[in-house]
């Protein structure tokens, strides 16, 4: 069974720019998570998407966005690029959404250099 | 909110020893899920040992086990006969199981070094 698959897993960008991430779950999974990992701060809830609607959102501006797709497939978005925007993105599946339920699995993430 | 400490930046650990992890967490709520996480240099999080709030008895996966002090918010990982791919940064995560969802809390990390 695949895992979940982030692409692209290295990017670069300028400031001002905008990236798009995207993360394949597991088959079966309908839930997806994305977390930002960077020295300062750690490991950081972005947001989760079940069943193609935004579920929880953690404390990012309006910059960082997503969505889902109908094949459970997820795209993260950061519009105007800051050099603090530099992190891996960590993209996690789980089948479900419901209350105790669910081990999330975890892709490489997509490593993001902003110049 | 919650909140997830981990006081140890890093630790070092002899290879066939055991080395302890240490965890502390801020919470309101009764019932919750505790997690490690092991982070390989290849950047894939893999989940190493769960426990359950409500289960009193410690969980234990292989060389892996947590001592769990629910009224003194601990969770410390004890891993056994230390090899050297135990090497990896090791994350403590909280999850609500009162909530609907999947987000975890995560601590800064432990950074686990073994020498040979």
């Known amino acids: 069974k695949a895992g979940v698959t982030q692409t692209p897993r290295y990017l670069i960008k300028t400031r001002g720019q905008q990236v798009t991430l995207s993360c394949s779950p597991i088959?079966?999974?309908?839930?997806v998570s994305w977390y930002q990992q960077t020295p300062g701060q750690g490991l950081q809830f972005l947001f989760e998407?079940?069943?193609?609607?935004?579920?929880n959102k953690g404390n990012f501006p309006g910059r960082f966005s997503g969505r889902q797709f109908s094949n459970s497939r997820s795209e993260m978005n950061v519009s105007t690029l800051e050099l603090g925007d530099s992190a891996l993105y960590l993209c996690?599946?789980?089948?479900?959404?419901?209350?105790?339920?669910?081990?999330?699995?975890f892709g490489e993430g997509s490593r993001l250099t902003v110049l | 909110a919650q909140t997830v400490t981990q006081s140890q930046p890093e630790m070092s650990v002899q290879e066939a020893e055991t080395v302890t992890l240490s965890c502390t967490y801020d919470?309101?709520?009764?019932?919750?899920?505790l997690f490690w996480y092991k982070q390989p240099p290849s950047r894939q999080m893999i989940l190493v040992i769960r426990?359950?709030?409500?289960?009193?008895q410690n969980a234990t996966e292989n060389r892996f086990s947590v001592n769990f002090q629910k009224a003194a918010k601990s969770f410390s990982l004890k891993i056994s006969d230390s090899q050297l791919g135990d090497a990896a940064m090791y994350f403590c995560?909280?999850?609500?199981?009162?909530?609907?969802?999947?987000?975890?809390?995560f601590g800064a990390g432990t950074i686990l070094r073994v020498k040979s």
């Open positions: 995560a909280y999850r609500s199981a009162t909530e609907y969802g999947n987000k975890l809390v």
């Open positions: 998407y079940f069943s193609e609607t935004q579920r």
């Open positions: 088959s079966g999974h309908r839930s």
């Open positions: 426990q359950e709030a409500y289960k009193q």
């Open positions: 996690a599946s789980s089948l479900s959404f419901r209350v105790g339920t669910g081990e999330l699995f």
């Open positions: 919470t309101s709520e009764s019932d919750y899920y």
